[in-house]
């Protein structure tokens, strides 16, 4: 089984300050993990995904995340926040390509103050 | 490309209607196609799994005769809200797995239909 836990319902950053948004995941096999980006009443958008490959992963809006297998973590960041970034994060874990059932986090909402 | 559309946005209905909310992947073929369901400030929790041309596979507890899927083709997959009831307003989001190997593993989300049943 697959799981993932986000300290921090809200975070609140300033413009042009880093952000830091962290994520854990419990799993029994080696997992694929995601970032995913929601503005409000929207769906979702894959900002980046973790697939064993390299385990510092960049994606789009000048997000990236590192795998630390050792810590178990899937932290999220970008050098410097601006005010498009403010929505809710949800960090996603998957067993495998062939069975592609996603388990999320419960989210994190972010806030850029001007 | 990879994008998913759903219809309509936002509805509202009496409740005991039936609400037929439709995904589609625009550009490119999905052979499976995933149903969530999420409350506000909440996260997405996964209903149902649907593959094309077979039965959908229901999470535990939700309820198969409430919620009908149907993945009639590779790109348009239908949930059926039966004898709706104020507890079944929600947001619901459909997204698309790819069957390109190149990107395999990779769900695309819709933007999402909002139910309020009344």
């Known amino acids: 089984a697959q799981s993932v836990t986000q300290l921090g319902s809200h975070v609140s950053v300033s413009e042009g300050a880093l952000v830091l948004l962290r994520c854990n995941y419990s799993?029994?096999?080696?997992?694929?993990l995601f970032w995913y980006v929601q503005y409000p009443n929207q769906g979702l958008q894959l900002l980046l995904k973790?697939?064993?490959?390299?385990?510092l992963v960049k994606g789009i809006n000048g997000f990236e995340a590192e795998f630390k297998k050792s810590e178990t973590s899937f932290h999220l960041t970008k050098p410097s926040a601006h005010m498009s970034d403010a929505a809710e994060y949800f960090c996603a874990v998957s067993a495998n390509f062939g069975n592609e059932k996603l388990t999320f986090g419960t989210g994190t909402r972010l806030t850029i103050i001007p | 490309g990879a994008v998913v559309s759903q219809h309509p946005s936002w509805v509202i209905c009496k409740s005991g209607t039936s609400v037929k909310i439709e995904c589609r992947s625009l550009?490119?073929?999905?052979?499976?196609m995933f149903w969530y369901r999420q409350f506000p400030k909440q996260s997405l929790m996964l209903m149902a799994t649907s593959n094309e041309g077979s039965k959908a596979t229901y999470e535990q507890g939700v309820e198969k005769d409430k919620f009908l899927i149907n993945h009639a083709s590779l790109t348009l997959s239908t949930l059926t809200v039966t004898s709706a009831h104020p507890e079944d307003s929600s947001f619901y989001i459909c997204?698309?797995?790819?069957?390109?190997?190149?990107?395999?593993?990779?769900?695309?989300f819709g933007p999402g239909t909002r139910l309020t049943v009344l």
């Open positions: 550009d490119f073929q999905a052979t499976t």
């Open positions: 997204s698309a797995r790819e069957g390109v190997a190149v990107r395999v593993g990779t769900q695309y």
């Open positions: 973790y697939t064993s490959a390299a385990t």
């Open positions: 799993s029994s096999v080696p997992p694929y």
